[in-house]
């Protein structure tokens, strides 16, 4: 079980739900979202760009904002169905990005512990809430949101849990893919294609999940496999006639609660792509890429707090190396950050946080450009104000 099916400490993920059909009436229909608002204040150590008239030198100071709206309905006392909508302005690239439908499917029990699942859902893989009502930090993860974690897929998937009779949970995936973001695209109902993948390659995906003696945390494993990537991961991104790479995403994490007001939190990633193939079928060689990334985690509830209060320590690390001998050794990102998590006004469905993080980056785009960046550090520091129904 990861993360994002549980909820922080401070409560901020209790998602209420209010019927929209008298009990008596079929299907019962809920719903629930959330309103997530952020001020950023961050410096680096950039240095200014003379061919702009921009100061590339000065602090920087940014709004952010995003939504969620979900609606679930009971079809049956068997089915059920869901579909959350996400407003979120901070997207680009398409024309309909500020609105996106990340989840979309419906799900029957098989009965003793089974279901089965079909649609387009947030996928299994990773320790790290995909929403931000299941974080215990302001800002998204570095390890979550590049790219191998945290994607939408569109699948199907075969679920087991049932802590009564035993301790492990698990669910069984094979999706359009991974670790492509048009894998997660089905305009007019038809499943897009990549030129750098066989018509049939499929994804696949396994979530395994201890669950330890008398809620003390669990240890998760989770595995992904494309047949072929599209060749966005790949250092020598491969032409429209050539086939991606395979590429693996093997993952462990750990959640465990010693005492009652602490979770600490851990995981490590490792995902490579593989060689691309040419027209001929030869292997391109040095086309692939290693990446291995982890986090540390504690959080900390402040007992008999005037308000509900937690503090968060976060580092994480991700290193990207390339297989092309042509590219800077490694691209290597890390930041350590700290957080207080508060419920001012004594209710769980509202939170104001804080987080002051360090961070600082090596070769940020090598994998694009071929040639290196500078290295950039540098605090940030954000105010999040996050409401939940």
Known sequence: ????????????????????????????????????NILTLANDDAKDNPATAKDETKPSVRFSSAASLK??????????????????????????????????????????????????????????SAEPTGLYSVNNSLIGYLGIYGNDVIGTALNYNDPKKSPFSGSLH?????????????PGYVATNSANRENTDLGYGLDLTYALPNDMGNIDFDFAYDMHSSGQNNVLAPATNYLGGNALLVGLNATVKPVKELMIGAEVMMFTVGEAENAAKVKVANSGEKRTQGLLLANYAIPNAPWGMSLTGLVQYVQIKSDNPGTPDKEKRMEVAGEVLTNPFGTSNFGLNLEVAYFKKDNIGFLATGAPNSEVKGISVAIEAIATF
């Not at 079809?75 to 901070?90: C, E, G, H, M, T």
Request: charged share 15%; glycine share 8%.
């Open 1 to 36: 079980m990861t993360l994002r099916h549980l909820v922080p400490a401070l409560g901020l993920a209790a998602l209420t739900a209010t019927s929209a059909f008298a009990a008596d009436k079929a299907p019962t229909v809920t719903f629930a979202g959330w309103s997530d």
């Open 174 to 186: 094979i999706t359009n893919g991974y670790f492509t973001g048009s894998d997660a695209l089905s």
């Open 71 to 128: 609606a679930m309905w009971k079809v049956s006392d068997r089915v059920d169905a869901k579909v959350n909508l996400w407003f979120y302005p901070d997207t680009v690239g398409t024309a309909n990005a500020s609105l996106q439908a990340r989840e979309m499917y419906v799900t029957v029990d098989l009965t003793d512990g089974f279901s089965w699942q079909m649609g387009k859902y947030i996928d299994h893989i990773g320790w790290i």
